[in-house]
């Protein structure tokens, strides 16, 4: 069975959280990387940031909906949400618009395990960390790859 040690990329491109959102979009498109972790000063997982993360900062700003009861402006939906909004669009370091609750496997991960939480928790990145120090980084074409290389072993 397959493990994230056999399907992980060791040469991991990283960033600070001091990166600027400049710098990880040309990075992105330089290297033709979908995302990357983020280390901070003593090389631990700060965060991680992604495509989908500089695209949302170009969206369009929505602006909630409210409804006057008496005298009293009540929110309908997404008024908790306006703040952090407008701090991510407005963003110029990275650490502005990451993601910092990061799910991360260990080497010794199953591919199955690996598939299923990027299934089920929408993730399509996944750190690879031992001892908590990162070691590797897992995408979804390398889930892709894994499966289709232990289907490969099991046919012959």
Known sequence: MLKAKD???TDVITVSPETTVEEL????IEKGISGAPILDADNRLYGIVTE?????????????TLIRLFDAMIPIEG??????????MSASKVADICIRSVITVDPETSLQDIATIMSEKGVHLLPVLSSGTLVGIIGKIDVIRGTLGEADRQQS
């Open 7 to 9: 399907i992980m990329h």
């Open 25 to 28: 979009g040309r990075l992105f």
């Open 52 to 64: 989908n993360d500089l695209i949302k900062q170009n969206k369009r700003f929505h602006i909630p």
């Open 79 to 88: 008024f908790a949400s306006v703040e952090d909004e407008i701090r991510r």
